[in-house]
């Protein structure tokens, strides 16, 4: 008889731990995939960031006022900064350089992705560096300050490098 009963008690033993352990198991489970979907979550709320981030940039970009200034500095002919300067004055030159410091700023934190910038400004950011970079350069010398528009610099820097790894990589 109590053989009989220590083996009933046993079997309930044992369902009692494959219940324990079935329902931990879940559990855990219910935990992996809540952690996975929070992950997946997050991503999904970068690249919607990040393409919101670019859209506003291409707004701004794509509006009459900066068309007009782009086209306007892309155009002007100087020898260098001071017959820039008496010429055309700097401030718009800076107001368009600012903008593309802002996309390397924001390149160099990683906060938008060089695929998208690449997708969206590469024709505007090189035509721009190459009209500017002179006077650019120029500037940096008179005032002593190497951090003007350095970050524009990057950011054609950054896209000359995507550009030679793209060719290298489908030569």
Excluded: C
């Excluded at 903008?99 to 721009?128: A, H, N, Q, S």
Aim: proline share 1%; no cysteine; aromatic share 14%.
């Amino acid at each position: 008889i109590w053989a009989t009963k220590f083996r009933n008690f046993n079997q309930r033993r044992v369902r009692m731990v494959d219940i324990q352990t079935i329902s931990i198991a879940v559990a855990s489970a219910g935990v992996f995939v809540a952690a996975i979907y929070y992950v997946l979550q997050i991503r999904h709320q970068n690249r919607m960031r990040q393409t919101d981030l670019v859209m506003k940039l291409y707004v701004q970009f794509s509006s009459l006022e900066f068309q007009k200034l782009w086209e306007e500095i892309l155009k002007r002919e100087a020898k260098d900064l001071d017959d820039y300067r008496h010429k055309y004055g700097t401030a718009e030159l800076w107001s368009v350089g600012l903008f593309f410091e802002g996309i390397g700023i924001l390149l160099k934190r990683k906060l938008i992705d060089i695929e998208l910038v690449d997708d969206m400004f590469t024709t505007p950011i090189k035509w721009t560096w190459l009209k500017i970079k002179d006077i650019v350069l120029e500037a940096r010398k008179v005032r002593n300050q190497p951090e003007i528009v350095e970050w524009f610099e990057y950011l054609y820097n950054e896209m000359k490098k995507r550009e030679q790894k793209l060719q290298y990589s489908t030569a």
